[in-house]
């Protein structure tokens, strides 16, 4: 049995213009995937995806997470569908609540945080999937939109989620999970069973009803970059990896974002 793929965050917290040669060296380096995020006010997720995905030729590029309140589902599907037929099989991109006061800084925060994630993965799912959607929720109201340009190659719509009950939707509604850090591997195991005990199942009982793998990314904290680091995150990628996810992400401290020392450690080359 193969390992996980392991990656590294790009934090917002770095200015910009670093991004595409951080991507350029993540990609010579044999990092098998560069992850992005939107905190507000720093920088957007979907730009930034596309500058990494255009400065390279094989990284999977990922962005967890993207919060729902901000974008209008079809507007979230046009962008995604237009990456992904620009770079297929490339792009991962997951949503989220997003911080819910930074929701209420501006004004876009939700009565229910749960049924909005819920209407809007679906719907987004579907136009990816290349379906006219016409919903009449809570939040999400479309009328008879599709996509003109949907994806020949549907990338996976994940779900960052940390609770039961956003967990519990991920598996029901969504093509993988992102966990936060802060998770042991015992904590991981509790999170999946959380995430399976709403997951379709075909026939078998064994496999989504889709057929399709269920992605399980695990981000992973980097308290310093120590000289072992190498030996640490190859141990750590293991042990997660032993858990269930199938894609470990290291985050460079807050206090030092710089993912370089990371992508040095855990690079392929």
């Given at each position: 049995m193969s390992g996980p793929n392991v990656g590294v965050v790009f934090r917002p917290q770095s200015p910009p213009e670093r991004l595409p040669a951080i991507a350029e060296a993540a990609e010579r380096a044999g990092v098998a995937q560069l992850w992005l995020w939107e905190d507000c006010f720093l920088e957007g997720g979907l730009s930034t995806a596309a500058v990494a995905l255009a400065r390279t030729e094989?990284?999977?590029?990922?962005?967890?997470?993207?919060p729902v309140p901000l974008r209008n589902p079809a507007l979230a599907a046009m962008e995604i569908a237009t990456l992904a037929r620009l770079f297929p099989g490339r792009f991962l991109p997951a949503f989220g609540h997003g911080v819910l006061d930074w929701m209420g800084q501006v004004g876009a925060r939700a009565a229910s945080p749960?049924?909005?994630?819920?209407?809007?993965?679906?719907?987004?799912?579907?136009?990816?999937?290349?379906?006219?959607?016409?919903?009449?929720?809570?939040?999400?109201?479309?009328?008879?939109?599709?996509?003109?340009?949907?994806?020949?190659?549907?990338?996976?719509?994940?779900?960052?989620?940390?609770?039961?009950?956003?967990?519990?939707?991920?598996?029901?509604?969504?093509?993988?999970?992102?966990?936060?850090?802060?998770?042991?591997?015992?904590?991981?195991?509790?999170?999946?069973?959380?995430?399976?005990?709403?997951?379709?199942?075909?026939?078998?009982?064994?496999?989504?009803?889709?057929?399709?793998?269920?992605?399980?990314?695990?981000?992973?904290?980097?308290?310093?970059?120590?000289?072992?680091?190498?030996?640490?995150?190859?141990?750590?990628?293991?042990?997660?990896?032993?858990?269930?996810?199938?894609?470990?992400?290291?985050?460079?401290?807050?206090?030092d974002p710089d993912p370089m020392p990371l992508i040095e450690a855990v690079g392929t080359r």
């Open positions: 094989r990284l999977h590029v990922g962005v967890g997470l993207m749960m049924t909005l994630l819920s209407e809007y993965t679906d719907a987004v799912r579907a136009l990816l999937r290349g379906e006219r959607v016409d919903s009449a929720g809570d939040y999400v109201r479309l009328e008879g939109v599709a996509l003109d340009w949907p994806p020949q190659q549907v990338p996976p719509v994940l779900v960052g989620a940390r609770g039961p009950r956003t967990l519990r939707l991920a598996g029901r509604l969504a093509d993988g999970v992102v966990l936060d850090t802060g998770l042991d591997t015992d904590d991981v195991r509790d999170a999946l069973l959380e995430v399976s005990a709403d997951r379709p199942r075909d026939g078998s009982g064994d496999r989504p009803r889709d057929g399709a793998p269920f992605h399980v990314v695990c981000y992973v904290a980097v308290r310093s970059h120590t000289s072992d680091l190498a030996h640490w995150a190859a141990t750590t990628a293991a042990a997660y990896g032993e858990a269930g996810a199938d894609s470990v992400v290291f985050v460079p401290p807050a206090g």
